[in-house]
């Protein structure tokens, strides 16, 4: 099965295509350069503040519990 799916990245490489993780990094390299180092801080710091809540969600849920 990976001789199969090694083969089938070559083939798309010779076609022109490109892999899922080119396409990923491609991408990922388009929104760092348009949006900048802010919008990564930005979008860290709302990631960080909705698992505390998540969390404080749970430990208020297993009190009611008990």
């Given at each position: 099965?990976?001789?199969?799916?090694?083969?089938?990245?070559?083939?798309?490489?010779?076609?022109?295509?490109?892999?899922?993780?080119?396409?990923?990094?491609?991408?990922?390299i388009?929104?760092?350069?348009?949006?900048?180092?802010?919008?990564?801080?930005?979008?860290?710091r709302?990631?960080?503040?909705?698992?505390?809540d998540?969390?404080?969600?749970?430990?208020?849920?297993?009190?009611?519990?008990?």
């Amino acid at each position: 099965m990976a001789k199969k799916a090694a083969a089938s990245i070559t083939a798309k490489k010779k076609a022109g295509g490109m892999t899922v993780a080119e396409a990923g990094r491609k991408g990922g390299i388009a929104v760092r350069d348009a949006r900048g180092h802010e919008f990564y801080e930005e979008i860290g710091r709302k990631g960080g503040q909705r698992v505390r809540d998540l969390i404080a969600a749970g430990k208020r849920a297993l009190a009611k519990g008990k």
